[in-house]
């Protein structure tokens, strides 16, 4: 054989050698990855059930000091969480040591300070468990289970980007009244023999109050987040503009994404992928309200997209708000591992899961048969929008691999 021909035959089985070894190799590291998010699957499935108990095993810590020593800047709680059942315990039956009118926003809320200093934030029921709520898909009052909801929903997805909540019925008249702050007292009120109050909002009015079912109001109680961790609030970039008959860019321009591609903080990091995550997430609970969103402050874009205020969602069962998705859709672009969990979650397994995991809560049931069958239908949704995706543009470009390494010290 001449030399030229040796060459040639040694360049092509060189690059058939190089070809195969980055195939392999790639599809091991594929393969051992999707490994690690079906035990993680089946780690997150075992440990679903929290079931409400008021003894911390092996510790002489406070349910606070662990919740609080949970939070690192990629999640609000860890994936092994032994002690959750003995904090949600804590928050729903712990003293209630002070009362005030809840921090800004549109909605009635109340800061509550729970024994111990404790900050939490109490968001009252409005509606019974199969109202639904008409007109537009952000609509109506708050609705204290979707916040309950909500926050199991994002264990099961494993994002753990959610501030705890629980159910908690609370006694106006005796755990309330006599702790209220002067300017939350004054917005207290009797309807027949059920006592209210409309509290302190944008929204809030004498005229709206909130009243409990004689003294005892049902509600739903949310972790306040570590002081040392402070927030930093940012427009979404997919936020609606709630005037009449004004789009924002992202509703008629299709390639809007390719600009929020080019804008800090999603040109890089994480933030564009919790972006999508957070669509999937509200597409499936329903919350078509998410105008800003939180993260913590100096984190130069590292920091995860935190999951606060989902209380306008599960307001209508038959709704599917397409919208939602835009992120998904204009960007194709999502997570393996939460392509990954979508998929573990078919055939009926997401609203088992969901209803498992709130069945030990105290105001259970949380929500409505329908809502729950809702939250299914909305999954073939979501994955019938990235198919629509991968068709289009090929599985590698859409499904992006995006594993960061997480440490609770």
């Known amino acids: 054989m001449k030399l030229k021909q040796r060459v040639v035959l040694l360049a092509i089985l060189l690059v058939i050698f190089i070809f195969t070894k980055v195939f392999l190799i790639d599809n091991l590291d594929t393969s051992a990855a999707n490994r690690e998010d079906q035990r993680a699957f089946h780690r997150m499935m075992t440990g679903l059930r929290v079931e409400l108990a008021p003894k911390l095993d092996h510790t002489l810590q406070s349910p606070w000091e662990i919740a609080a020593q949970w939070v690192v800047p990629r999640e609000v709680y860890p994936e092994e969480t032994p002690e959750l059942g003995a904090i949600m315990h804590a928050m729903a039956t712990k003293k209630i040591i002070k009362a005030d009118v809840g921090y800004k926003g549109t909605q009635l809320k109340a800061l509550l300070i729970l024994e111990g200093g404790q900050k939490v934030v109490f968001k009252p029921k409005r509606y019974s468990r199969d109202y639904v709520v008409e007109g537009e898909p952000y609509a109506g009052y708050d609705r204290h289970n979707a916040e309950v909801a909500a926050f199991h929903l994002d264990r099961i997805l494993g994002f753990r980007r959610a501030p705890l909540v629980v159910g908690r019925f609370v006694n106006l008249r005796t755990e309330i009244k006599p702790v209220a702050t002067e300017q939350l007292l004054s917005t207290f009120l009797s309807a027949g023999n059920n006592t209210c109050f409309y509290g302190k909002c944008y929204y809030c009015r004498e005229t709206e109050p909130a009243c409990a079912d004689g003294d005892i109001m049902e509600g739903s109680v949310t972790l306040w987040l570590p002081d040392v961790w402070p927030l930093q609030k ?109 998929n573990y979650l078919k055939n009926g397994v997401l609203k088992s899961a969901l209803k498992s995991a709130m069945a030990h809560d105290p105001i259970s049931p949380v929500l409505a048969e329908p809502h729950l069958d809702a939250v299914d239908q909305r999954l073939l949704s979501v994955l019938a929008t990235v198919k629509q995706c991968t068709d289009q543009f090929g599985m590698d470009t859409v499904l992006v691999e995006d594993r960061m390494p997480l440490s609770h010290l």
């Open 234 to 342: 940012h427009r979404h970039p997919w936020g609606r503009t709630y005037r009449e008959g004004k789009l924002a860019r992202w509703e008629y321009d299709e390639s809007y994404c390719d600009a929020v591609k080019k804008t800090s903080p999603y040109d890089s990091g994480p933030r564009l992928l919790d972006i999508i995550d957070t669509a999937v997430f509200d597409y499936l609970i329903g919350n078509a309200d998410r105008h800003h969103y939180e993260s913590f402050q100096d984190d130069e874009g590292a920091s995860m997209l935190i999951l606060l205020d989902n209380a306008k969602s599960f307001g209508n069962p038959l709704l599917e708000e397409r919208s939602i998705l835009a992120p998904l859709y204009q960007c194709c672009i999502i997570r393996v591992s939460t392509w990954n969990r979508l």
